[in-house]
């Protein structure tokens, strides 16, 4: 492989295939961010749905119903989270980060308990690729929008459909203003804490659902820390697309183009750029953003502020 | 009041048997004894001189680095990339452990454990401390974000980068005797690092509590606003404060290079500086709270494997119960409210 054959379908293949998960997630987390509430658990929720989504798609012989409890299963998460940050009003990076080390443990825990050291069965039910008739048969794009992972599509159709309903819609709105100005909000009626309750359920639900791709999307397994971290990245993608759900695919995209070229670039003779240096690429670009040096992000106003009702 | 410090104490104690009591009930459930489980992990972090300075091992690397959080959360800040400066500190060390040659051990071993302590330190200050003192960049983002780069130059150094050993195992040359941080019980892993964590939590307590700088500190911590009205350069504080932090998980990174590793090799999953966070939380950023909670969690890494082995129970156990000594410290108004209603019932009785 040389220079001009790095660009190959394959590579927008697993560019897409990569971004999938973190765009996923990261839409969820602008609907948790955007009411107020910073959502470093959504490592751990992923964590939760991918193991979640296998012992279900295994023991139901069913990746739909596997799917459906990964999502649930997020979403059970994040009550936890939200129970903590937002009814307590905890440190919300520290109960996120109880959330990642538990789910880390549960997972691990019931891997070891329920499968033994063999793994997860190897007739795991995996979801379904989907063929768009027309697109699949054009030339360079069929290649890479024609066919793939049911999920896939559902999170190229989410893109819009959060955009419009957090820019869009009145209960949009009002969650947005919940997490500019609680007070403001309160004032006008607006139960803050519930839209915060909401927002935080939402994140849960999309991280399920891109642990679901990953455990039972691209593989039929789940092995231990199986997400590695891209709860983090998506994360990362959320800030870089400056809290927007358009924006943090297109970041979520971008990263993913880094993690399908460091993949190809190990394939490349004559070409001596180490695949670690790229994967650092969307970590170094989220600190530009966040400097200011790349492009302006602004994190809603009470991002991160528990809401104290007379303050 | 007496009663606001005994749960300053009862606060973090009652969140550790909690979490050890939610584990019980998943042991249970997974159809395993809770009590032997626990016995064969007090045995395997306590039993014997050798599980004992195994214990010790694990916690000496999150003593330092535990330190260098709490520190930061002092300030105010919250660094939670104390990951990415103990690699930094552990590149650096190594380095200077294989690469610097002829060297007395009076030289070279100070050398080796400043050079991976400084390393720590710029990388927590260079980028995330001067952008957050001048940007207001988020800390938790950028030092979380530096944990990543860290890592990956970490790898990319060793796996055919310019610090791989000859041959095709992915690790660093070995550091030379000049630079081991000898054993402090002979036989075991246990090196000299646990006296330098012991001495870092003397020099944290003093220059927190002793000194003008750490007075601005906890100012700074208290109220960036109104240490700045007082004149403060809170700019100059955020970046010294991360200064510090990311010097001690550098030498946390150090000494366990120079002491335990004795190269820099693919161990990245053994997230010291992850859990330095929680050692902090629970230590409630008081220096000897930091020593005592290290212990606690160097002895749940160490007797896990114990644990798996004779009670047949997943080590990951650990993890999970880690995991709610997390949440009931951060939603530490669970244990407050129980802890309220029992004393207005004691006092009704």
Same mark, same amino acid.
Request: hydrophobic residues 55%; positive net charge; without cysteine.
């Given at each position: 492989?040389?220079?001009?054959?790095?660009?190959?379908?394959?590579?927008?293949?697993?560019?897409?295939?990569?971004?999938?998960?973190?765009?996923?997630?990261?839409?969820?987390?602008?609907?948790?961010?955007?009411?107020?509430?910073?959502?470093?658990?959504?490592?751990?929720?992923?964590?939760?749905?991918?193991?979640?989504?296998?012992?279900?798609?295994?023991?139901?012989?069913?990746?739909?119903?596997?799917?459906?409890?990964?999502?649930?299963?997020?979403?059970?998460?994040?009550?936890?989270?939200?129970?903590?940050?937002?009814?307590?009003?905890?440190?919300?990076?520290? *109960?996120?980060? =109880?959330? /990642? #080390?538990?789910?880390?443990?549960?997972? $691990? !825990?019931?891997?070891? &308990?329920?499968?033994? +050291?063999?793994?997860?069965?190897?007739?795991?039910?995996?979801?379904?690729?989907?063929?768009?008739?027309?697109?699949?048969?054009?030339?360079?794009?069929?290649?890479?929008?024609?066919?793939?992972?049911?999920?896939?599509?559902?999170?190229?159709?989410?893109?819009?459909?959060?955009?419009?309903?957090?820019?869009?819609?009145?209960?949009?709105?009002?969650?947005?203003?919940?997490?500019?100005?609680?007070?403001?909000?309160?004032?006008?009626?607006?139960?803050?804490?519930?839209?915060?309750?909401?927002?935080?359920?939402?994140?849960?639900?999309?991280?399920?659902?891109?642990?679901?791709?990953?455990?039972?999307? *691209?593989?039929? =397994?789940? /092995? #231990?820390?199986?997400?590695?971290?891209? $709860? !983090?990245?998506?994360? &990362?993608?959320?800030? +870089?697309?400056?809290?927007?759900?358009?924006?943090?695919?297109?970041?979520?995209?971008?990263?993913?183009?880094?993690?399908?070229?460091?993949?190809?670039?190990?394939?490349?003779?004559?070409?001596?750029?180490?695949?670690?240096?790229?994967?650092?690429?969307?970590?170094?670009?989220?600190?530009?953003?966040?400097?200011?040096?790349?492009?302006?992000?602004?994190?809603?106003?009470?991002?991160?502020?528990?809401?104290?009702?007379?303050? | 009041?007496?009663?606001?410090?005994?749960?300053?104490?009862?606060?973090?104690?009652?969140?550790?048997?909690?979490?050890?009591?939610?584990?019980?009930?998943?042991?249970?459930?997974?159809?395993?004894?809770?009590?032997?489980?626990?016995?064969?992990?007090?045995?395997?972090?306590?039993?014997?001189?050798?599980?004992?300075?195994?214990?010790?091992?694990?916690?000496?690397?999150?003593?330092?680095?535990?330190?260098?959080?709490?520190?930061?959360?002092?300030?105010?800040?919250?660094?939670?990339?104390?990951?990415?400066?103990?690699?930094?500190?552990?590149?650096?060390?190594?380095?200077?452990?294989?690469?610097?040659?002829?060297?007395?051990?009076?030289?070279?071993?100070?050398?080796?454990?400043?050079?991976?302590?400084?390393?720590?330190?710029?990388?927590?200050?260079?980028?995330?401390?001067?952008?957050?003192?001048?940007?207001?960049?988020?800390?938790?983002?950028?030092?979380?974000?530096?944990?990543?780069?860290?890592?990956?130059?970490?790898?990319?150094?060793?796996?055919?980068?310019?610090?791989?050993?000859?041959?095709?195992?992915?690790?660093?040359?070995?550091?030379?005797?000049?630079?081991?941080?000898?054993?402090?019980?002979?036989?075991?892993?246990?090196?000299?690092?646990?006296?330098?964590?012991?001495?870092?939590?003397?020099?944290?307590?003093?220059?927190?509590?002793?000194?003008?700088?750490?007075?601005?500190?906890?100012?700074?911590?208290?109220?960036?606003?109104?240490?700045?009205?007082?004149?403060?350069?809170?700019?100059?504080?955020?970046?010294?404060?991360?200064?510090?932090?990311?010097?001690?998980?550098?030498?946390?990174?150090?000494?366990?290079?120079?002491?335990?590793?004795?190269?820099?090799?693919?161990?990245?999953?053994?997230?010291?500086?992850?859990?330095?966070?929680?050692?902090?939380?629970?230590?409630?950023?008081?220096?000897?709270?930091?020593?005592?909670?290290?212990?606690?969690?160097?002895?749940?890494?160490?007797?896990?494997?114990?644990?798996?082995?004779?009670?047949?129970?997943?080590?990951?156990?650990?993890?999970?119960?880690?995991?709610?000594?997390?949440?009931?410290?951060?939603?530490?108004?669970?244990?407050?409210?129980?802890?309220?209603?029992?004393?207005?019932?004691?006092?009704?009785?």
């Amino acid at each position: 492989m040389n220079g001009s054959e790095i660009f190959n379908a394959q590579l927008w293949m697993t560019a897409l295939s990569s971004a999938t998960p973190l765009a996923l997630a990261a839409l969820g987390g602008t609907f948790s961010e955007r009411t107020g509430v910073v959502n470093i658990a959504m490592e751990g929720m992923m964590l939760t749905g991918a193991f979640v989504a296998v012992l279900a798609s295994a023991t139901l012989h069913s990746a739909f119903l596997g799917l459906a409890a990964a999502i649930l299963s997020g979403m059970l998460m994040a009550v936890l989270f939200a129970w903590g940050t937002i009814r307590y009003k905890a440190d919300q990076v520290v *109960v996120g980060m =109880a959330i /990642n #080390v538990l789910a880390a443990g549960l997972t $691990g !825990y019931l891997l070891n &308990a329920i499968y033994g +050291f063999t793994g997860t069965p190897p007739d795991t039910p995996r979801l379904p690729d989907v063929t768009i008739p027309g697109l699949a048969q054009m030339p360079g794009i069929g290649a890479v929008l024609g066919r793939a992972d049911l999920l896939v599509y559902v999170m190229l159709l989410l893109v819009p459909l959060s955009h419009y309903f957090l820019f869009r819609t009145p209960l949009g709105l009002r969650m947005r203003a919940v997490g500019e100005h609680p007070q403001a909000a309160d004032t006008a009626g607006i139960d803050v804490n519930r839209l915060r309750f909401l927002g935080v359920l939402i994140s849960g639900a999309l991280s399920g659902m891109a642990g679901a791709y990953i455990s039972i999307g *691209v593989l039929n =397994a789940f /092995n #231990v820390n199986m997400t590695n971290g891209r $709860g !983090y990245i998506a994360l &990362a993608a959320m800030i +870089f697309g400056n809290w927007k759900p358009v924006g943090a695919f297109l970041a979520a995209a971008l990263f993913g183009l880094a993690n399908a070229l460091a993949i190809n670039l190990q394939g490349l003779e004559g070409w001596h750029v180490s695949k670690d240096f790229v994967l650092m690429i969307p970590y170094a670009l989220t600190i530009l953003a966040l400097a200011g040096i790349v492009r302006r992000t602004t994190p809603p106003a009470a991002d991160g502020i528990p809401y104290e009702p007379g303050h | 009041m007496t009663s606001t410090r005994a749960t300053a104490v009862l606060v973090p104690v009652l969140s550790v048997l909690l979490s050890f009591l939610v584990g019980g009930v998943i042991v249970v459930i997974s159809g395993h004894d809770p009590l032997a489980a626990y016995v064969a992990l007090l045995q395997g972090a306590f039993g014997s001189v050798f599980n004992l300075a195994n214990t010790l091992t694990v916690a000496v690397p999150l003593m330092l680095a535990g330190l260098g959080v709490a520190f930061t959360f002092r300030a105010g800040l919250f660094n939670i990339g104390a990951e990415g400066q103990y690699w930094l500190g552990s590149i650096a060390a190594a380095w200077v452990g294989y690469a610097v040659h002829g060297l007395p051990v009076w030289v070279h071993l100070p050398l080796a454990l400043l050079a991976g302590t400084l390393a720590g330190a710029l990388w927590a200050a260079l980028i995330p401390g001067v952008l957050k003192a001048w940007t207001g960049a988020h800390e938790v983002i950028t030092t979380m974000m530096m944990s990543y780069i860290a890592i990956n130059l970490a790898r990319y150094l060793i796996e055919g980068g310019p610090m791989m050993a000859p041959g095709y195992t992915p690790q660093s040359p070995a550091v030379l005797p000049t630079a081991t941080l000898p054993a402090l019980v002979p036989g075991t892993q246990l090196s000299w690092g646990l006296v330098l964590a012991v001495l870092a939590a003397v020099a944290v307590w003093f220059v927190l509590y002793r000194t003008t700088f750490g007075f601005e500190v906890r100012a700074a911590g208290l109220n960036g606003r109104a240490a700045r009205y007082a004149g403060m350069n809170v700019a100059r504080i955020i970046v010294l404060a991360m200064f510090v932090s990311g010097a001690l998980a550098g030498l946390a990174g150090a000494v366990q290079t120079l002491g335990v590793n004795h190269r820099l090799f693919d161990a990245f999953n053994a997230g010291y500086g992850y859990t330095a966070i929680v050692v902090a939380l629970l230590g409630k950023n008081n220096p000897w709270g930091v020593l005592a909670a290290a212990v606690l969690f160097g002895a749940l890494n160490a007797g896990a494997s114990a644990m798996q082995m004779q009670a047949g129970v997943p080590a990951h156990l650990v993890d999970v119960v880690q995991g709610m000594i997390i949440f009931f410290i951060a939603v530490d108004g669970i244990i407050r409210s129980v802890l309220r209603r029992t004393r207005k019932e004691a006092a009704q009785a």
